[in-house]
C-alpha cells in the first residue's frame, strides 16, 4: 500500500486497457510514467492527462491531483503521414539541453536561423509536413519556420501559440496543434487541411489527438469520437462512416490519402481514397474484432490482430499485396512499420519479415542473416529517435528504406 511520501497511478489507455500500476516516491518526476508507458510500446509516443490536464515529463508526481483518482490516461501518438511519405529534404535533431540543429534543404525546413534565438533551449518535440518544421517549447509556445505557404508562417494565430500547446501534427502543407485544454488551432494551406471552420465547433475543448496524411486531419476526443477535416477525396469528409465514429475510437492512422480508425471492441473503421486503403470490402471480415495496431504506408494499412497476425489491404503496389510473406504473417507479429512502398514486421521470435516494393525496402533478402533477431522495436530512419549522445533526431524528410533497423542492432 502507497504512503504518504508514495504515490499510486495506473496508466490506462483510452479502450480502457490498464498498462501499468505502479506506485512511485512523491519526489519524483512524470517521466518515469513516461518511461512505464513506453515499456509497453516501445519506439512509440505518448501524452499523459489527468482529466483534462497535460501531465509532462517534468511535471512532479506530487502536484498531481489525487482527489481526481488514480487513473492517468495514455493517449498514444501516430506520426505524421506528411513526414513519412513525402520528400522532403531536411532534418531537425533535438539535442539534450533542449536546443535544435538543423540541416538540409534551406527552404524545406534546413535553414533555421531567421527563429534561432527561440532554439537554443527547451524545445521538447519537432514535427515537419513537407517544407516547414514546427517546434513545441518547454513553456507550450511553438516556433515555426521553413516555407511560409506549408505552415512555417504561423503568424496570423501567433496569440493562439504562446502557450498550452501540447502536440503538433503535420499534413503535407498544414499544420494542427492540440492545445491543453482540448482544443485544436490549425494553420498553413487551407487545401490541406488549415480550414478547420466547418468543423470549429467540435474543436474547441476535448482533443486528446490529432492525425494527418497529406490533405487532411482527424482529430479524437475524449469520449472516443472522431472529427475530420481537409480534403474530402482524402478522408477530410468522414460523412459516409460517420455512425461508426461517435464513440469508441482509441487509435486513427493515415497513410498518404486514407484514414483507420480502431475501435475499443477492435474492430476497424476505413474512410478517405479507395484506390489507397479507403476501401477495404475485400478483408472486411477480417477487421471487425481483435486488430491492436494498424500501420500505414503511403497507399495501404496493416493491421496486427490479436492473434498475431497480419491483414493488409489498398494499393497492391504499396504493400498491399503481402501474398509472399503470407505464411509468416498468419502468427506471431508484434509489430509493423510501413515506408512509402513497403512494410516490415517483427515477430515475437525476433525474426523480421518484409513485403512490398523492392525499392521501398520491401525486399530484405540482402541483410536476411542479420535480420534473425530484433529487438522488438521498429525506427525508420524518418522519426528515429536515437539513443547517442543524448540527443533526439527527428526527421523532417523521408527515408523508403529500413537501415533504422540495422542502426538499431547497431546500438544494442
Not at 518511461?35 to 490536464?53: D, T, V, Y
Not at 533542449?98 to 519537432?126: F, I, K, Q, Y
Request: charged residues 15%.
Amino acid at each position: 500500500m502507497a504512503t504518504s511520501s508514495e504515490i499510486y497511478v495506473e496508466l490506462v489507455e483510452l479502450s480502457g486497457h490498464v498498462v501499468s500500476k505502479v506506485t512511485w516516491s512523491a519526489t519524483l518526476r512524470a517521466n518515469c510514467l513516461y518511461q512505464c508507458a513506453h515499456l509497453a510500446k516501445p519506439g512509440c509516443r505518448c501524452r499523459l492527462l489527468q482529466g483534462s490536464w497535460e501531465i509532462t515529463p517534468n511535471t512532479p508526481l506530487a502536484a498531481l491531483d489525487l482527489s481526481l483518482g488514480a487513473c492517468i490516461q495514455v493517449v498514444w501518438l501516430s506520426s505524421s503521414a506528411a513526414t513519412r511519405y513525402l520528400q522532403s529534404e531536411a532534418f531537425a535533431a533535438i539535442k539534450a539541453d533542449g536546443s535544435v540543429v538543423t540541416w538540409g534543404e534551406t527552404d524545406s525546413g534546413g535553414d533555421s536561423s531567421a527563429v534561432a534565438r527561440l532554439l537554443t533551449e527547451g524545445v521538447v518535440h519537432v514535427c515537419g509536413n513537407a517544407h516547414s518544421v514546427a517546434a513545441i517549447k518547454a513553456d507550450g509556445s511553438v516556433v515555426t519556420w521553413g516555407e511560409a505557404e506549408f505552415g512555417s508562417d504561423s503568424s496570423l494565430f501567433a496569440p493562439l501559440l504562446m502557450e498550452g500547446v501540447v502536440q503538433v501534427c503535420g499534413s503535407a502543407r498544414a499544420f494542427a496543434a492540440i492545445k491543453a485544454d482540448g482544443s485544436v488551432v490549425t494553420w498553413g494551406d487551407d487545401r490541406c487541411g488549415a480550414d478547420s471552420l466547418a468543423v470549429a465547433a467540435l474543436l474547441t475543448e476535448g482533443v486528446v489527438h490529432v492525425c494527418g496524411n497529406a490533405h487532411s486531419f482527424a482529430a479524437i476526443k475524449a469520449d472516443g469520437s472522431v472529427v475530420t477535416w481537409g480534403d474530402a477525396r482524402c478522408g477530410g469528409n468522414s460523412s459516409a462512416v460517420a455512425a461508426h465514429l461517435t464513440e469508441g475510437v482509441v487509435q486513427v492512422c493515415g497513410n498518404a490519402h486514407s484514414f483507420a480508425a480502431i475501435k475499443a471492441d477492435g474492430s476497424v473503421v476505413i474512410w478517405g481514397d479507395a484506390r489507397c486503403g479507403g476501401n477495404s470490402s475485400a478483408v472486411a471480415a477480417h477487421l471487425t474484432e481483435g486488430v491492436v495496431q494498424v500501420c500505414g504506408s503511403a497507399g495501404a494499412f496493416a493491421a496486427i490482430k490479436a492473434d498475431g497476425s497480419v491483414v493488409t489491404w489498398g494499393d497492391a503496389w504499396c504493400g498491399a499485396d503481402s501474398s509472399a510473406a503470407a505464411p509468416l504473417q498468419t502468427e506471431g507479429v508484434v509489430q509493423v512499420c510501413g515506408s512509402a512502398g513497403a512494410f516490415v514486421a517483427i515477430k515475437a521470435d525476433g525474426s523480421v519479415v518484409s513485403w512490398g516494393d523492392a525499392i521501398f525496402g520491401g525486399d530484405s533478402s540482402a541483410v536476411a542473416a542479420l535480420l534473425t533477431w530484433c529487438c522488438p522495436c521498429l525506427w525508420k530512419c524518418q522519426g528515429f529517435r536515437g539513443h547517442q549522445s543524448g540527443q533526439q533526431c527527428s526527421d523532417v524528410g523521408q527515408s523508403y528504406f529500413f537501415a533504422a533497423i540495422l542502426q538499431r542492432l547497431l546500438l544494442f
